[in-house]
């Protein structure tokens, strides 16, 4: 696991280790520069190249500043150029200045019109909050117009360390050296596009720094290994989770599939899928383990000679259950928005809810504040997983203002339904009511495809039927989800990655986390646990 910090958390692990340990803040500077100058001499191609800094006045330019020189002393033709009035430098990078000028250096006023090979952007941390014009949005320009190779140290210039907005414009680095932890901005998009290949640096603040308060939000790294729950190897298929899957409509079988398959693959026992009478050849084709729970006229009548309907069918099986994923495929008909109802305002099993069962619960706003006011009182597990599309829709924003944040908007929605929310993007994002959020990095381009959203439903239900905690089983299964898109994708490519790719990606994905378990079973006389990582 990595911690992923904003501005002010970054703020404060940097003052406490300065303040509270005593470590000089030069010292800090002079790590972080090295870290930034040892990427670059890295690159066999860039050694000797000539070498602009572009420094702001505040510590981020001090850094630069000392890269510059790191980089002039292992014999870079290397140009200083400060941007912004020197008189408003902070101490430490008035310090740097000084040296330089003892060195000898000239330091530029003005955008230089040499030509060069390397841009070190050093002209805003962590710390902006405002959008960039006159000289400074001139100065990103000359960066990015350049043709130089980039690196920005700690973030580009321009992207917003907490939410990875882009303040007008921004710095398009090749590389960015962060400092002691990853910032949200470099995972988030639009900054994540910005930031180019990240580096992690350890400069010596450390987690001890946070004096026990730790940061909200995480992430996985992309080589941590997947942790299942326990598995009893004395179990049967009733005692790996029983999943009942409310999915799929007349012309939207394939959502019922894609969830029902997914299920199974994650390791559930067994799984019961809600569907119209016209689905059932199609599902006992494509997915014969599930088993049916009908609906329609040829499922027979009800006690008042009416037609079966989903609600009646929902009825009959959720004993059976000890988990329920619904709203795949389901569609927006009469039938579907009862059956959304019921399952919302009656059901006393884990839930999770997904497409169509959030378009629902958006539109009927009556019904939300029912749902809101019951989910205050506690209840079972609920976990949403809407694109942001659906998530706008519960949420009554644009698809701007969403985007912009999703972390604030999935954690005010855990808050107000006392559930896990995710928001499906190329950073999707999970937030729980304690206030915890996860950023997922795992995953690729080719994931944006039809029914990509049915599987990661499926994989997350039946992690929960396996019994692990809900927002553990949202985290890990998005995390999962994107290893099987990028097994997916190293087998056919990003371009043609389906659906049906993804569920042939996750079976060595769960083969590897599988063999692990064994392992760590063998070892240690007990099996993994995503607690282990996540906590």
Same mark, same amino acid.
């Given at each position: 696991?990595?911690?992923?910090?904003?501005?002010?958390?970054?703020?404060?692990?940097?003052?406490?280790?300065?303040?509270?340990?005593?470590?000089?803040?030069?010292? =800090?500077?002079?790590?972080?520069?090295?870290?930034?100058? *040892?990427?670059?001499?890295?690159?066999?191609?860039?050694?000797?190249?000539?070498?602009?800094?572009?420094?702001?006045?505040?510590?981020?330019?001090?850094?630069?500043?000392?890269?510059?020189?790191?980089?002039? $002393?292992?014999?870079?033709?290397?140009?200083?150029?400060?941007?912004?009035?020197?008189?408003?430098?902070?101490?430490?990078?008035?310090?740097?200045?000084?040296?330089?000028?003892? &060195?000898? +250096?000239?330091?530029?006023?003005?955008?230089?019109?040499?030509?060069?090979?390397?841009?070190?952007?050093?002209?805003?941390?962590?710390?902006?909050?405002?959008?960039?014009?006159?000289?400074? %949005?001139?100065?990103?320009?000359?960066?990015?117009?350049?043709?130089?190779?980039?690196?920005?140290?700690?973030?580009?210039?321009?992207?917003?360390?907490?939410?990875?907005?882009?303040?007008? @414009?921004?710095?398009?680095?090749?590389?960015?050296?962060?400092?002691?932890?990853?910032?949200?901005?470099?995972?988030?998009?639009?900054?994540?596009?910005?930031?180019?290949?990240?580096?992690?640096?350890?400069?010596?603040?450390?987690?001890?720094?946070?004096?026990?308060?730790?940061?909200?939000?995480?992430?996985?790294?992309?080589?941590?290994?997947?942790?299942?729950?326990?598995?009893?190897?004395?179990?049967?298929?009733?005692?790996?989770?029983?999943?009942?899957? %409310?999915?799929?409509?007349?012309?939207? /079988?394939?959502?019922?599939? =894609?969830?029902?398959?997914?299920?199974?693959?994650?390791? #559930?026992?067994?799984?019961?899928?809600?569907?119209?009478?016209?689905?059932?050849?199609?599902?006992?084709?494509?997915?014969?383990?599930?088993?049916?729970?009908?609906?329609?006229?040829?499922?027979?009548?009800?006690? %008042?000679?009416?037609?079966?309907?989903?609600?009646? %069918?929902?009825?009959?099986? $959720?004993?059976?259950?000890?988990?329920?994923?619904?709203? @795949?495929?389901?569609?927006?008909?009469?039938?579907?928005?009862?059956? !959304?109802?019921? !399952?919302?305002?009656?059901?006393?099993?884990?839930?999770?809810?997904?497409?169509?069962? !959030?378009?629902?619960?958006?539109?009927?706003?009556? =019904?939300?504040?029912?749902?809101?006011?019951?989910?205050?009182?506690?209840?079972?597990?609920?976990? =949403?997983?809407?694109?942001?599309?659906?998530?706008?829709?519960?949420?009554?924003?644009?698809?701007?203002?969403?985007?912009?944040?999703?972390?604030?908007?999935?954690?005010?929605? #855990?808050?107000?339904?006392?559930?896990?929310?995710? +928001?499906?993007? /190329?950073?999707?994002?999970?937030?729980?009511? $304690?206030?915890?959020?996860?950023?997922?990095?795992?995953?690729?381009?080719?994931?944006?495809?039809?029914?990509?959203?049915?599987?990661?439903?499926?994989?997350?239900?039946?992690?929960?039927? $396996?019994?692990?905690?809900?927002?553990?089983?949202? @985290?890990?299964?998005?995390?999962?989800?994107?290893?099987?898109?990028?097994?997916?994708?190293?087998?056919?490519?990003? &371009?043609?990655?389906?659906?049906?790719?993804?569920?042939?990606?996750?079976?060595?994905?769960?083969?590897?986390?599988?063999?692990? *378990?064994?392992?760590?079973?063998?070892?240690?006389?007990?099996?993994?646990?995503?607690?282990?990582?996540?906590?």
């Amino acid at each position: 696991m990595e911690y992923l910090v904003t501005a002010a958390e970054m703020k404060a692990c940097d003052r406490n280790t300065t303040e509270g340990f005593g470590v000089p803040s030069l010292v =800090l500077m002079e790590r972080a520069a090295l870290a930034c100058a *040892r990427e670059i001499l890295s690159e066999k191609r860039l050694r000797g190249k000539r070498t602009l800094i572009a420094a702001g006045c505040g510590n981020n330019g001090g850094d630069g500043l000392a890269v510059g020189r790191l980089l002039m $002393q292992e014999g870079f033709p290397v140009d200083f150029w400060l941007i912004g009035e020197r008189s408003r430098c902070s101490p430490e990078t008035e310090k740097q200045l000084e040296i330089l000028e003892r &060195y000898g +250096c000239t330091i530029l006023n003005h955008a230089p019109e040499q030509k060069y090979d390397v841009i070190v952007d050093a002209m805003f941390g962590i710390g902006l909050k405002r959008p960039l014009e006159g000289i400074c %949005a001139e100065a990103v320009a000359h960066v990015n117009g350049s043709g130089a190779f980039v690196l920005s140290v700690d973030i580009p210039s321009g992207v917003g360390a907490d939410t990875g907005a882009v303040y007008g @414009c921004a710095v398009r680095a090749d590389v960015t050296v962060t400092f002691a932890f990853l910032k949200r901005g470099l995972l988030l998009y639009p900054g994540a596009s910005y930031a180019g290949r990240v580096r992690l640096a350890q400069i010596g603040i450390t987690e001890e720094s946070f004096l026990g308060k730790l940061p909200a939000a995480f992430a996985f790294r992309k080589d941590v290994p997947v942790l299942l729950p326990e598995r009893d190897p004395n179990g049967n298929k009733g005692t790996f989770g029983k999943v009942l899957l %409310a999915a799929g409509s007349p012309g939207m /079988a394939g959502a019922a599939v =894609l969830s029902a398959r997914a299920v199974l693959g994650a390791g #559930a026992g067994m799984v019961r899928v809600i569907c119209g009478e016209e689905n059932r050849s199609i599902l006992q084709t494509a997915a014969p383990e599930a088993m049916l729970a009908l609906y329609g006229e040829a499922a027979g009548k009800d006690g %008042a000679g009416q037609d079966r309907t989903p609600s009646d %069918a929902f009825r009959d099986a $959720q004993g059976w259950a000890d988990v329920i994923a619904a709203g @795949c495929g389901l569609g927006r008909s009469r039938e579907a928005e009862e059956l !959304i109802r019921l !399952i919302l305002t009656e059901n006393k099993k884990p839930l999770v809810l997904d497409a169509d069962g !959030i378009n629902i619960l958006a539109a009927d706003r009556a =019904l939300l504040d029912q749902v809101c006011r019951m989910r205050k009182a506690g209840g079972a597990p609920l976990i =949403l997983t809407p694109h942001p599309g659906e998530l706008g829709r519960l949420a009554q924003t644009d698809m701007e203002t969403l985007l912009s944040d999703p972390v604030s908007v999935c954690t005010e929605w #855990a808050g107000r339904l006392n559930a896990v929310v995710l +928001c499906k993007t /190329a950073a999707t994002v999970a937030a729980d009511p $304690q206030g915890r959020i996860y950023v997922n990095r795992s995953g690729n381009s080719g994931m944006a495809t039809a029914g990509s959203g049915d599987v990661l439903t499926g994989i997350i239900v039946g992690l929960l039927a $396996q019994g692990m905690d809900p927002f553990e089983a949202a @985290c890990m299964g998005v995390y999962l989800h994107g290893l099987a898109g990028d097994a997916a994708a190293g087998r056919a490519g990003e &371009y043609a990655v389906t659906a049906g790719k993804l569920l042939e990606g996750l079976e060595p994905v769960m083969k590897a986390a599988d063999a692990r *378990r064994a392992d760590r079973s063998a070892g240690t006389g007990r099996g993994s646990d995503a607690r282990e990582v996540i906590n």
